[in-house]
């Protein structure tokens, strides 16, 4: 069954630094990945996906991430991080026919 | 326009009561879900439906019962209340099944909090 861990409860980065965001994934058969963002109060929104094709992938809000196969991660990254970033980052893996979620990384930016 | 929206936003309750929480999108997806926040924000989900048909109904209390009567809406009863059934509890929707061909991207409602005193 796949699944992910995203290791890292918090992180906090000052405002204009770079930022990466851990997550491993379980083996198995070429994984769906994705990575959301939850804002405090808010839902869920999509940054990006992974389906096969270029490991590095694009998202929305300036993030991307890369899909290292060797090293089972899915890895979210931002080369400059802006206040409004703050929230909770979710890495989530598509196990059969649902979508499991990582616990979550609890980014804080300071000034 | 919402393309997934939950009502309420917020629910305060006392335990052994029963609530529901409504579910609707205007995206034309064919599946839907139920997921529970915890207060650790662990998010698991609960159930899905396919074109009304219930595809995922995880290891739930049968207290709690969804019914879906067209594909557009999903709803969640919950019967007798339990403290432990405070959480945030998102609905969402996808073109059509995870996994089914590839894999679909799921847009998240707002979110329901339901307290339960």
């Known amino acids: 069954a796949q699944s992910v861990t995203q290791p890292d409860i918090h992180i906090t980065v000052s405002e204009g630094a770079s930022l990466e965001l851990r997550c491993n994934y379980s083996y198995g058969a070429t994984p769906y990945l994705f990575w959301y963002v939850q804002s405090p109060g808010q839902g869920l929104q999509l940054l990006l996906k992974?389906?096969?094709?270029?490991?590095l992938v694009q998202g929305i809000k300036g993030f991307e991430a890369e899909f290292k196969r060797s090293q089972s991660s899915f890895n979210l990254r931002k080369p400059s991080v802006h206040w409004s970033d703050a929230a909770e980052y979710f890495c989530a893996v598509v196990n059969g026919n649902k979508l499991v979620f990582g616990a979550g990384t609890i980014l804080r930016v300071k000034s | 326009d919402t393309a997934v929206s939950q009502t309420p936003k917020y629910l305060v309750t006392q335990m052994g009561n029963d609530k529901s929480i409504k579910c609707e999108q205007n995206l034309g997806h064919d599946t839907m879900y139920w997921y529970k926040q915890d207060s650790k924000k662990f998010l698991k989900i609960m159930f899905s439906y396919n074109n009304k048909e219930l595809i995922i109904n995880e290891t739930v209390p049968n207290r709690f019962s969804p019914k879906s009567p067209d594909k557009a809406h999903l709803n969640l009863h919950i019967n007798s209340l339990e403290l432990g059934d405070s959480a945030v509890y998102f609905c969402a929707s996808s073109q059509t099944m995870t996994g089914s061909s590839g894999a679909n991207v799921l847009t998240f409602g707002a979110g329901s909090r339901l307290t339960v005193l």
């Open positions: 992974y389906f096969s094709g270029d490991t």
